[in-house]
């Protein structure tokens, strides 16, 4: 619940329980309402019952989240809460199965709004410190599911970009950079231009087979530029930098627009949830851009890119004490490049001196989850007696009665519990079906 001001706030009689939350203007206006509808009942009944019916926008979109919560027959919720989760997550999960080209080596700069519009307090507890912590979980997140990836963190203020975070592969090093709040405090105004040009300098030299993405979240409905921003979006579109903008406050036409040319992802954040919700949908790695019947050419004659990628020395830390080549620094631990022999800090990273990308082969690893996904299983609706009792992952046996006659399929739920493999045809509940494709990343009836 959040703070109440108790200046503004008052006590409900009982008597309309839905007021409580409301304030005395809005008591007045609805007690004026009130009078001037039943004013006009006793010429237009049929009218007034209408007006009745139709209430006002707010008060219609006004909507009870305990509502839609439904005990069971033994009177407890945590069913109810159980499938609420599970529905959530599961929406997430249903995604296409097209075969797509992905980018699993990302290069992504996070434009942080540190403008004075981030002090708003429309989102709880501010955006700022939500912003913060959306953004800590963002990174944790990202890295997991992109552990080739490398990202930085620009802030935007007083018309200025300010680099915070260097591009690293380090989510440790990244997540620094959100650490200390009074470093990031929020002043002045935003300039997108400047801080786009300052991520693109710092994304210029990366090479091709890589992503270079900009990820800004934006409070403000300002920005101040020194010049013209149409020339940096012609800029970002000739150096293939794709923009996605997540905004706290409205549309804006030239960030939507920027996100359209460049092939990112636009959206405004309704709630605290949809925030999320819009940032974590930017997790996943993006679909490469170029068109269907490229792609169908290039497989026909089965052409391929390759790129050289070296898995280095990892030196323990009882190793003499040598000086790394990212930050001269004397250390035992580190990593030898396999091509120059010169000492990096950490991977996956490209080598300093010969710039040979340096990966670890579990990172490597982890990526190729990516490029052949476990196949999204699909909600059994109806039983005909010849399945197998129990979930194939971990043994625990279905429920043989539907729970909740009330749950519509087309929202991916099975009345059952039950979820199907479409290649070995196993069927998992729906915490395995989770696990696998969130954790796992690999159908283990299939094998
Ligand atoms: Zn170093
Ligand atoms: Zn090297
Ligand atoms: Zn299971
Ligand atoms: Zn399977």
């Not at 501010?126 to 990836?149: C, H, I, K, M």
């Not at 270079?212 to 000739?238: K, M, Q, W």
Request: net charge negative; with cysteine; proline share 7%.
């Amino acid at each position: 619940m959040p703070p109440r001001r108790d200046a503004e706030f008052i006590v409900s009689d009982g008597s309309e329980p839905e007021d409580d939350d409301l304030d005395e203007d809005y008591v007045a206006s609805r007690a004026a309402r009130a009078r001037k509808g039943k004013g006009k009942g006793k010429e237009l009944a049929g009218d007034s019952r209408k007006a009745q019916d139709q209430s006002y926008a707010w008060e219609a979109s006004y909507k009870r989240s305990w509502d839609t919560v439904q005990e069971d027959e033994a009177g407890s919720l945590q069913a109810a809460v159980q499938d609420l989760v599970a529905r959530s997550k599961r929406r997430r999960l249903l995604g296409g199965d097209a075969p797509i080209r992905r980018t699993i080596i990302r290069h992504m700069m996070l434009l942080m709004d540190l403008s004075t519009a981030m002090l708003d307090r429309d989102m709880r507890p501010s955006r700022f410190d939500l912003t913060l912590s959306y953004a800590r979980e963002f990174v944790g997140e990202w890295f997991d599911q992109n552990p080739l990836g490398q990202m930085g963190v620009v802030g935007m203020r007083n018309g200025v970009g300010e680099r915070i975070g260097e591009m690293s592969g380090n989510p440790q090093e990244v997540l620094k950079c959100f650490a200390d709040k009074t470093k990031l405090e929020p002043a002045g105004e935003p300039s997108l231009q400047n801080s786009i040009e300052m991520a693109r300098a710092s994304m210029s030299h990366l090479p091709t087979h890589s992503s270079r993405e900009i990820l800004i979240l934006f409070g403000s409905l300002t920005t101040v530029d020194p010049g013209n921003i149409h020339d940096t979006v012609d800029a970002c579109l000739r150096d293939q930098i794709r923009i996605s903008i997540v905004s706290l406050s409205a549309e804006m036409k030239i960030c939507r627009d920027m996100c359209e040319r460049t092939g990112g992802v636009f959206g405004v954040a309704l709630n605290e949830g949809h925030y999320k919700d819009l940032l974590f949908e930017l997790v996943p790695p993006p679909a490469e851009k170029s068109s269907a019947s490229h792609l169908a050419a290039k497989a026909a004659a089965n052409e391929s890119e390759l790129m050289q990628m070296g898995f280095p020395t990892r030196l323990p830390s009882t190793a003499p004490p040598s000086l790394c080549v990212c930050h001269s620094r004397l250390r035992s631990e580190g990593y030898i490049c396999p091509r120059c022999n010169s000492k990096v800090c950490d991977v996956p990273t490209d080598c300093d001196i010969c710039g040979l990308m340096i990966v670890s082969s579990p990172h490597l690893a982890r990526s190729y989850h990516h490029l052949f996904p476990a196949p999204a299983y699909k909600a059994i609706v109806e039983l005909d007696g010849s399945e197998a009792p129990t979930c194939h992952g971990c043994s625990q046996p279905f429920p043989t009665a539907a729970r909740d006659r009330n749950l519509v399929p087309e929202e991916g739920m099975s009345p059952f519990g039950r979820y199907r493999c479409p290649k070995c045809k196993h069927d998992f509940d729906a915490e395995c079906d989770m696990f696998v494709h969130d954790v796992l990343h690999v159908c283990p009836g299939c094998g």
